[in-house]
């Protein structure tokens, strides 16, 4: 996640590079905005937890939004980081990072559609 200080140094670059999230740094410290990161991150998959379980479209949908707004954000470190685009940054490190969400992205495109369109009670559906 991102509550250890190792962490919360680690994406520093990317934080401060991103005209997404660089205002994090003037609200927050560098701890205090990896922790906030951290925080949507537990609260998005949770909510989409629960509406997974209760079956509520709705739910499922804003919660699948969420999570889905931090993969997307993830995907413009690639455009906003310094040397994003080098064979090195993308083959080896930045990318590996920033790559496997993508698999997630595809993964709440499925889960929002199963769970919407098979599992669902017609009701919650609509």
């Known amino acids: 996640m991102k509550f250890f200080a190792f ?3 680690a994406i520093v670059s990317l934080v401060e590079s991103s005209p997404f999230m660089s205002w994090l740094y003037i609200v927050f410290s560098v701890q205090g905005a990896s922790n906030a990161i951290g925080i949507f991150d537990i609260l ?3 909510l989409l937890g629960v509406g997974l379980f209760i079956r509520n479209a709705k739910l499922i949908l804003l919660a699948g939004l969420a999570c889905c707004s931090v993969f ?5 470190f690639l455009i906003t980081a310094p040397n994003a685009l080098s064979s090195v940054t993308v083959f080896e490190r930045l990318g590996q990072f920033v790559i496997k969400d ?3 992205i595809a993964n709440l495109v499925i889960i929002y559609h199963l769970a919407v369109f098979n599992n669902t009670p017609k009701e919650t559906a609509e």
């Open 44 to 46: 998005s998959v949770a």
């Open 102 to 104: 993508l698999w997630f």
């Open 72 to 76: 997307i954000m993830t995907q413009t």
């Open 7 to 9: 962490e919360a140094n």
